[in-house]
C-alpha cells in the first residue's frame, strides 16, 4: 500500500481498508515479514557503505573496503528474494579467475561459482592480519609513550631507557605475537637519534608516531612518513597560512619575538615546530587554539620537549588517532593494545589516559613535564574529564614487574 505518510486521512483509509480485507492483510503480511530486513540498521549500513565504497580509491590492499555480509536470519527469509539483493552483502572487490571471453558457454557458471564461495573466502581472511605488515603477525601492541625530557627540552635518555626496557621484558615470553610502538612529540630523526643513544635498534619498534602524531613512519622498512597517512591527516589542515599567526597568538603581552620562534629543523608538512625559550612567555594551549578558531584555523597544539617545543598539527592528527589507524590497518583490536605513559608527560598525556586500550603510568619516569601549559587555573582539571579509577588506567606499584600488571589487567 502506498500512502502520503503527511496525509492523516490515507493513512487511516489504508488500514480501515487492511483491516477490512482479510486477504490484503495476508499478503501485506508475508511481505513485511519477507522485506523487513531491508529497512534494518545493518542493511542501512551495507547499502551505505557500498555507495561509499564506489567512489573509493584503493591503493594497497589493506585499504580496502569490506561490506559485511548479509546476515543469515535474513538470506534464509525466503527462497524468492531477488538476486541483486542476495549479491549486496557480497564483497565489492571480486577477483574472478576465469576467461576474458564473455561468450564462452562457462562463464556464467564460473562467475556465479566465485560469487557463492567468495563469502566463506572473506570470513576466513577476515581473522588474519592486514597485507603490508612485515613485522610479523601481531596480535597485540606495547604502545611506550613516555615523554622523558629533562629541564632543558633534551630527551633524557636514562629514563627513556628504563621505559624501553621494561616494555621489551614485558613482551619476551609472547613469541612474536609483541608488537612495539613508540609514541613521541620529537620528529622522526630526532626518535632515530635518541633510539640509538638509549641503546635500542629503531628497527626493533613496529612503529614511530612522531611530532605528537603528525607522522608516522616504520623503522623496519624505512624512517620516512607513511604517505597514505599524511593524506589522511591533511583534511582541512591550513598549512602555511597558520604558520605565521602562531607566534604571535601565542607570545604572552611582553613576551620578545625570540620567545615563541619557528624551528625549522622540527617542521614538517603537517608540523609546524616553535622553539619556546621561556614558559612563563607563551600562552597555553586552550588560548591560542580559541584564538586561531576565531580566525578559523583548526589545529591541534602540543607543548612538548618539557615545555621547550610547540608543535602545531592538523585537527586529525594526535597520539591517540595514530594509535587508532595503526589499529585499524594492522586488525589489533584497541583492547588489545597497553599505553605505557608517566606522571607527567607532554600537554596531549591527559588524551593518552581514557579509551578502550588499558593504560599504565610508570611513576618516577619523568622528571619534567609540559602540562602546565595545557589550561588556565580557572579551567577544568584532568580529573574532571578522565575517569583515573577506570579498570583500563592502573599504576605500576614499586617493586611490581610490568608483566604481572599487564596479565593483572
Given amino acids: ?31 513485511g515479514l519477507r522485506n523487513i530486513h531491508r529497512f534494518s540498521w545493518p542493511h542501512h549500513c551495507r547499502l551505505y557503505l557500498s555507495h561509499v565504497a564506489a567512489y573509493c580509491d584503493h591503493p594497497s590492499p589493506h585499504q580496502r573496503l569490506r561490506v559485511p555480509g548479509v546476515p543469515s536470519a535474513s538470506a534464509s527469509m525466503n527462497g524468492d528474494e531477488s538476486l541483486s539483493d542476495s549479491l549486496r552483502g557480497l564483497s565489492l572487490h571480486i577477483s574472478v579467475d576465469a576467461s576474458n571471453d564473455l561468450n564462452a558457454g562457462d562463464s556464467a557458471a564460473v562467475i556465479m561459482d566465485a560469487l557463492r564461495r567468495r563469502p566463506a573466502t572473506d570470513r576466513r581472511g577476515g581473522s588474519g592480519r592486514a597485507l603490508g605488515f612485515a613485522p610479523g603477525r601481531r596480535q597485540s601492541l606495547l604502545v ?14 636514562e629514563q627513556l631507557k628504563k621505559a624501553i626496557e621494561a616494555a621489551m621484558s614485558a613482551g619476551d615470553g609472547a613469541g612474536g ?13 630526532e626518535t632515530a637519534e635518541t633510539l640509538k643513544a638509549c641503546g635500542a635498534d629503531p628497527a626493533g619498534f613496529d612503529a614511530l608516531i612522531c611530532s605528537s602524531g603528525a607522522e608516522i613512519c616504520y623503522p623496519w622498512k624505512e624512517l620516512t612518513a607513511d604517505e597514505e597517512y599524511n593524506g589522511h591527516v591533511a583534511f582541512r589542515w591550513p598549512g602555511d597560512h597558520v604558520k605565521a599567526a602562531v607566534p604571535r597568538l601565542g607570545r604572552a603581552d611582553d613576551a620578545l619575538a625570540s620567545d615563541l620562534a619557528v624551528d625549522a629543523s622540527a617542521c614538517s608538512v603537517h608540523c609546524h615546530a616553535y622553539a619556546a625559550t621561556d614558559a612563563s ?22 607543548y612538548t620537549r618539557a615545555c621547550t617545543r610547540l608543535n602545531v598539527i592538523p585537527l ?94
Fill in 1 to 31: 500500500l502506498l500512502v502520503d505518510p503527511h496525509s492523516a486521512e490515507a493513512i487511516t483509509g489504508a488500514l480501515l481498508s487492511l483491516l477490512a480485507e482479510k486477504g490484503q492483510w495476508s499478503e501485506c503480511r508475508r511481505n
Fill in 281 to 302: 612567555k607563551v600562552r597555553k594551549v586552550d588560548s591560542i587554539r580559541q584564538q586561531l578558531r576565531m580566525r578559523g584555523f583548526r589545529c591541534n597544539l602540543v
Fill in 144 to 157: 611506550v609513550a613516555v615523554d622523558c625530557y629533562g629541564d632543558d627540552g633534551k630527551p633524557d635518555v
Fill in 177 to 189: 605475537r609483541q608488537g612495539y610502538v613508540l609514541s613521541t612529540g620529537m620528529t622522526i630523526p
Fill in 316 to 409: 586529525s592528527a594526535s597520539r591517540p588517532r595514530a594509535l587508532r589507524y595503526l589499529s585499524i590497518q594492522w586488525g589489533i583490536d584497541l583492547s588489545k593494545v597497553a599505553v605505557l605513559v608517566g606522571e607527567a608527560g607532554d600537554t596531549d598525556r591527559e588524551k593518552l589516559l581514557p579509551g578502550l586500550h588499558r593504560t599504565l603510568i610508570l611513576p618516577g619516569m619523568v622528571s619534567r613535564g609540559s602540562e602546565q601549559l595545557v589550561r588556565g587555573e580557572d579551567g577544568y582539571a584532568t580529573q574532571d574529564v578522565v575517569a583515573m579509577d577506570s579498570p583500563n588506567i592502573a599504576t605500576l606499584a614499586e617493586g611490581q614487574a610490568l608483566s604481572e600488571l599487564l596479565k593483572a589487567m
